[in-house]
Each structure stands twice: as structure tokens, then as C-alpha cells.
């Protein structure tokens, strides 16, 4: 074989104005699948990072008779349209950092953050990619605080998380000038196909490579085509109006304190996002907000209040936090209930995943993660318990919820099977 060129990694293929970078960029996405026809699945994550007091959690016995804990008591008039489940968790979990399992709840990537780490993609953003362009946003990624997320994409970047209720309506629902529009329509045509006009160059550029770097171009310009048909996509979704809804436009909360209210807020979106079939896929990630939230008889910050030490005082401040967490969750579950379209209840084709990667927060531990698992059309009522010594794969009610939502694949992350309950 003979010598092949060496090649600057600044190199630009460039033709009429248009320059294309190399070598592959990590934003590039595999093409998606196209959703499938009515009435809609959907895929709802909530993570609350900092746990859920144990004790107020689980119930003492499984299957349907279960005696409601003292969290469960506040949402048990949905009883009938959710599931529990006790004793599931990923394994290798323990981090370079005491809480970077909160960075792959929803990926279960092993060993989080130590030397080598690189995150997988998110159940989220599975379904995100099934359901494609589908819906004008393939998914919606929410925080209460910052832009950090739980969401990854198949190379391992997260998707940064949007934490203004107010920029998320007015992205989602609020219609610009037929300028802006226009405008940004035109930015996204301006480069038309790129690759069209590069033939000759990357046809030159390939001739110079190892048989090894003519695939990874291959593959880059396979990625570049897709990202030209995305944008096309884009582009469609902006020349339709953006849905009407009966709703104000909600105000930012400034005050970081007020963890209950940013929750709320968000809540209150998820289904305004799910009626107008705005986007089949939701994450949220209840975050840390490192200050003393506004919750009455509350003086300590949560996350030091989750690291109780078993002193009663600290413990029963924290109950008080986690309380209005699970009665703001009661309120989604009731708006999900009450409010539909064309194919009934929202809740009936909306899967929703609720829980959090810490089993026990005052250590740190990600084992025996408190889980729920509400709507989608699935048996619900009980409490299934996995006995035994060690925890049972997360990541098999992960395949089923994937199943359930008409993704076909038999496998996620850590998984060893679908898991069924019914």
C-alpha cells in the first residue's frame, strides 16, 4: 500500500462561499425513524436527584394490596394508573463525584465520571430518535434550576436543558412576525447541500487517506447528508403555525428558593406539550438549587437536609420538602388524568417514568432507587418487588417502556431482558 497524505486536522473543504469542516462532529445524528401513525406514544422522565426518604417511600408488602406509605398516600387516588417497583437499580454506579449518578439515570453507563468515563445515550433520547421530526421538537429537555440534564445523545453529549418556563411556552407556543420567520427559514436554506457542491473536493480527499479514515469520512459525510435533511425538516415545522393554546404565558420565577413553584411550573407544561403534539418525548431533572427552599417549617438547604445523619429534626424538614415534590407530581398525574385529545385521557398514551438515582441519599447510595412507572396502557396497581441480594437490572423496564412506546429493540445499556409485571 502506498503512502497516504497527511492531513491537517484544520482542513476545510470549501466551495462558493460554503466551508465544511473536519473530521466528524459529534452533533451529527444518525437518521431517524419516523413515528408511527395515530394515537401517539409518549415518554415522560422525571428524576428528583436528591432522592426520596426510604422509609415515607416504599410500601412494606408487594402486589396490589399494598398499604400506601406515607408519599404514596398523597398520590394513591391514581393507584390504578401507576406501578411501583422496589429493589431495580444499574450497577457500577459510584462515581468520581458522590451524585454523578444523577448523570445516568437514564443512560446507566457504568462508573460515572472516573478516569475513561464516557456517557451513553439517554432512554430519552432512544425514543427522541424514534419518534424523529414526527413532532415539530423530537424531544423536550426541562430543568428546575440549571442547564444541566440527564438527556445524551449516541455520542455521549448531553442535550442542555432549558429551566425558563417563559422561553420554553414562547419557543413551543408563540408564533414571530412573518419576518422572523422568514428569516430564520432563510439561514437554515442559505447552505442548501453542502456535500452537492464538494464532490470533486471530497472525492480528492478521499483518494489521499488511509482505507480506515475513508470509512470515518464516509461516515462523516453520511452524517452531514442526514443533518442536511434535519434541517429540512426544520424548516417545515417552522412555515406551520405554531399551535394555539388556552393558556398565559407563565413567568420565570427568579428566586432559586422557590423549588416547589419552578417544579410546578414545569408541570403545568408537560401537558400543553402532549395535546398539541408538540413533542412525544419530556425529561425533567429536579435539581439541587443550593439554597433554603421556600417551604414552611424548612430552614436547611435540601441537599443538606438529605444528608440527614438520622437526626429526626433534619429528617422530618426533609419530609417536608419531599411532600410537596410528590404533591406537585399528584397534580401532573391529575392534569394527565383530566385532560385529553382526540385519543382520550393523555395519561392512556403517555408513559411516565418518576423516581430518582439515589436509593439513599444520606450515603450517596444508587441501589434501591425509589421507581414508578404511571400510564402507557399498562396493568398498574401494584408494587412488584425484586428479591434477592443483588438489585435487578434498571434497564429492563427501560426495554419495556422503549417497547411500549413502538421502539423495536430487545436491549438498553445494562439490560438482560424485557421486564413484565402484568
Known sequence: MGMTAAVDRRTFLRASGVALALPMLESM?????????????RLVTICST???????????????????????????????????????SHEEQSGRQPHNSEITWLTAARRPGLDGFRNSISLDQVA?????????????????????????????????????????FGNLFLQGTPEEV???????NDGGSILDRLKSQTAALRRRVSAIDQQKLDAYF????????????????????????????????PNPADLIGRIKAMFSLMPLILETDS???????????????????????QHNLSHHGQDEAKI?????????????????MTDLTERSDANGPLIDQTTVLFGSNLGNANAHTPVD?????????????????????????????????????????????QSTGALSWA
Not at 316 to 332: C, H, M, P
Open 29 to 41: 445524528h444518525p437518521a431517524l425513524a419516523r413515528a408511527a401513525a395515530a394515537p401517539p406514544q
Open 50 to 88: 436528591l432522592g426520596l426518604y426510604s422509609d415515607s417511600w416504599f410500601p412494606k408488602t408487594a402486589g396490589a394490596g399494598y398499604e400506601a406509605s406515607e408519599y404514596l398516600g398523597l398520590i394513591d387516588g391514581h393507584r390504578s394508573r401507576y406501578t411501583l417497583f422496589t429493589g431495580f
Open 316 to 332: 422530618a424538614q426533609l419530609k417536608k420538602v419531599e411532600v410537596e415534590i410528590v404533591r406537585a407530581f399528584d397534580g401532573l
Open 222 to 253: 453520511e452524517a452531514v447528508r442526514t443533518a442536511e435533511q434535519e434541517l429540512g425538516e426544520v424548516k417545515a415545522w417552522q412555515q406551520r403555525p405554531k399551535p394555539a393554546v388556552d393558556a398565559e404565558q407563565p413567568e420565570d420565577i
Open 182 to 188: 422568514e428569516r430564520e427559514a432563510q439561514s437554515l
Open 369 to 413: 432507587l425509589p421507581i414508578l412507572v404511571a400510564g402507557g396502557g399498562f396493568s398498574h396497581g401494584q408494587h412488584v418487588v425484586h428479591e434477592g441480594e443483588h438489585n435487578a437490572p434498571l434497564c429492563n423496564l427501560y426495554v419495556t417502556l422503549l417497547q411500549n412506546i413502538g421502539v423495536e429493540t430487545d436491549a438498553f445499556a
Open 279 to 301: 413533542s412525544r418525548v419530556i425529561s425533567l431533572m429536579i435539581q439541587d438549587h443550593g439554597v433554603v427552599p421556600q417551604v414552611q417549617g424548612v430552614t436547611t438547604d
Open 128 to 168: 427522541a430518535n424514534h419518534f424523529g421530526y414526527a413532532t415539530r421538537f423530537p424531544s423536550i429537555v426541562m430543568a428546575t434550576a440549571t442547564s444541566q440534564s440527564q438527556s445524551f445523545t449516541t455520542s455521549g453529549a448531553m442535550v442542555p436543558a432549558e429551566a425558563s418556563p417563559a422561553r420554553l
